[in-house]
């Protein structure tokens, strides 16, 4: 048992870690390139934050765990709504000035949507691991379209200030090499953990992903959320939950349908995600509703959202017993 917590505990902090030193490396690897600032930040930036859950549930499937993967989607998005926004509100309010992020609010409703309708009915096929791998693609397709034209969205200085400057290409391959090992690798010790803890403990994969996992591979997105909002940067701490939470539900969520497509414990669908989903609506009302202070997180309303994924945890534990 001691082992398997060490071995979480170790491979979280080396999986946060290499998926710095990856996204560092494939940033700067980019900006070498001449990749426009926009079109990183909202590609491999975003799409970094999501590569811990990525490899988790990689490395889960193939081990045959389907359903930590899915719980480990699942329980991300709403730690990522619940917990890393909440946090960062209560520490410091997020005003939302984006228009980028207006428009990929719908846009994580109809992914959601996307998800939920592939998972009705049970069984998460090879059929779905592809449409969600399609969908994919014509997300970043569209994010990159949106940042080549949006220059002067508020979110550019934000990204070109979170990208690696004058790294060398050898040096930028260097790291992008080393982060991506560490990943495979971190991920495995996760996994291993996780299982073990599962079946000293006698829960299914499902909550252990739900719980220890998803919180361990949403720790990248509170870290980042939290430093943009100590900079003042409250568009990328927000735009980090966002582009997380939908490529979480379309990249990691495709781990377990191409790898080992088959039926899932039927708690994800009828407990964990209409809670996610009920999650993502908060995210929208705090986010842009319709307030007078111009779409405010305060430090009340991410007390709530705090408060809530406290509950949902008392709610896991209460069934699991």
Do not use: C
Request: charged fraction near 10%; hydrophobic fraction near 60%.
């Amino acid at each position: 048992m001691l082992l398997a917590v060490a071995a979480i505990v170790v491979g979280v902090a080396l999986l946060i870690w290499g998926a710095d030193r990856f996204v560092e490396g494939a940033a700067s690897v980019a900006k070498n390139l001449r990749v426009p600032p926009m079109v990183i930040g909202l590609t491999i930036v975003s799409l970094g934050t999501s590569l811990p859950e990525m490899i988790v549930s990689a490395m889960a499937a193939l081990d045959g765990n389907r359903d930590l993967g899915i719980g480990n989607v699942l329980g991300s998005n709403i730690a990522n709504i619940g917990l890393v926004l909440g946090v960062t509100a209560m520490i410091i309010p997020l005003t939302v000035t984006s228009m980028t992020l207006r428009r990929e609010m719908p846009v994580l409703f109809m992914v959601t949507l996307l998800a939920f309708t592939l998972m009705a009915d049970g069984v998460l096929s090879l059929g779905d691991g592809i449409i969600l791998a399609v969908a994919l693609v014509l997300l970043l397709t569209w994010i990159t379209m949106l940042g080549l034209r949006d220059r002067h969205d508020p979110l550019v200085a934000e990204f070109t200030e979170s990208i690696p400057d004058q790294m060398s290409m050898g040096l930028s391959l260097m790291w992008f090499v080393i982060g991506l090992v560490l990943l495979i690798a971190s991920s495995r010790m996760v996994v291993w953990g996780a299982v073990e803890i599962a079946h000293y403990l006698g829960v299914s994969d499902l909550v252990i992903g739900l719980t220890i996992v998803a919180i361990g591979t949403s720790l990248p997105e509170l870290v980042a959320s939290l430093v943009s909002a100590l900079k003042g940067e409250a568009d990328m701490a927000i735009g980090n939950v966002i582009g997380s939470n939908m490529f979480n539900l379309l990249a990691v969520l495709a781990m377990p349908a191409l790898i080992h497509p088959g039926a899932f414990a039927s708690d994800a669908l009828m407990r964990d995600f209409p809670i996610m989903i009920g999650f993502t609506v908060a995210l929208f009302a705090v986010s842009f509703g319709l307030k007078k202070q111009g779409g405010i997180i305060n430090r009340f309303e991410g007390g709530l959202l705090t408060a809530g994924f406290g509950g949902y945890l008392v709610l896991l534990y209460m069934q699991s017993v």
